[in-house]
Each structure stands twice: as C-alpha cells, then as structure tokens.
C-alpha cells in the first residue's frame, strides 16, 4: 500500500481562503530570520504554547498574547510575578495553562543570563549554529522549560535556523534565503 505523501505548509497555505491567518504568517514571518531579541522570544513562547494545540489556535490568539506579554520584553516579563501570573491565568485571550506561563517566566530570565553571557539571545543562537535538530533538541532542554523535540524543531525552522520552512517551489521560499545571513545558511 503506497503512502500519501504530506501536503507542505507552503501548499496547504496556497489552498486557503483569502483572510485566514496562516497566509500572512506564512507570506511574511515563518522562516524568515529575526534579529530582535524580544521577537525572537516571542515565537518561542508563541511555539510553548502551541503544544497540544493547533497553530492557528496560536495564531488567532497572537494579539492577546502580544498584550497579555509586555509585547514580550523579556526585561519585564522576567520581573514578572504571583500578581502577573495570576492575571495571565484570568485571561481568557491566551492560552491559560500554568505550566506555559511559568515557562515563559522562567525562560525570560534565562534568556536574560545568557544576554549578559552572549550579547544577546540571537547570539547564543549563533554560537550554537550549526546543530543538527537532537542536538538544538538537547540544548535547548538543558537550557529552557518547556522545550521539547517538536518545540524546538517548529521554534528554529520558523526562524530560520533549521531548513524546512518553506519548498523550494514556494514563492516565499527565495525571499526567505535573501535575508538569511550567509552564517545562517551553513549546515
């Protein structure tokens, strides 16, 4: 019995209707490098709490977490406590699950140790590239809460740092490659 091969993001986002939330994400953000600390902060939370969840739970949801979050400055959601925690937990616009909140907590603070260690996450990122994905997978579960293989996997594929975002038939596809650094492009 053949197998049905797995319909890519890039063809299932090009069967979609005009609005939904996928087009966008995928037309202008997934795979795509980020630069910015807090942004890049903000997609790992953003994949924590996608976990059992479907992504376009995540992505109708992307507003309130941005609001719910400080719009992810890990300086303040590092000061975060009992008090924020338990206003997160109140907010029916995110994903209301302990565990998550405290992973982002917890992870804001560590991201800022390893700022004072790296220059910045996105540096830490950098000094680790190449991995393949068991070893970013090991990485990041010795380094952060919440982090497991698809996690991880889903986290640096959307940023760029493990391939697979987008097929190379993708329109996106080349628009992605011009702004990887060359670094970036190793593997």
């Known amino acids: 019995m053949a197998t049905v091969p797995r319909k890519s993001y890039c063809d299932a986002v090009a069967e979609m209707e005009k609005g939904n939330v996928n087009i966008p ?7 795509f490098p ?37 719009n992810f400055s890990i300086d303040q959601v590092a000061r975060y406590t009992d008090k924020q925690v338990e206003r997160l937990l109140a907010d029916p616009g995110i994903i209301r699950n302990r565990l998550k909140i405290n992973a982002a907590i917890e992870n804001a603070r560590r991201i800022r140790l390893l700022q004072q260690e790296f220059g910045s996450f996105q540096q830490w990122l950098h000094h680790h590239h190449p991995l393949t994905k068991e070893s970013w ?45 060359a670094w970036a492009t190793q593997r």
């Open 137 to 181: 997978t090991k990485l990041f579960k010795k380094t952060f809460l919440f982090t497991g293989g698809e996690i991880v996997h889903s986290f640096l594929m959307s940023i760029g740092y493990l391939p697979g975002a987008h097929v190379e038939t993708c329109p996106i596809y080349k628009k992605v490659l011009k702004q990887k650094p």
């Open 34 to 70: 980020i630069h910015d600390d807090d942004e890049l902060f903000a997609r790992l939370v953003l994949e924590i709490n996608q976990a059992g969840l479907s992504w376009i739970t995540i992505l109708k949801k992307k507003d309130n977490f941005f609001a719910a979050y400080n």
């Open 25 to 31: 994400y995928h037309d202008y953000e997934y795979g």
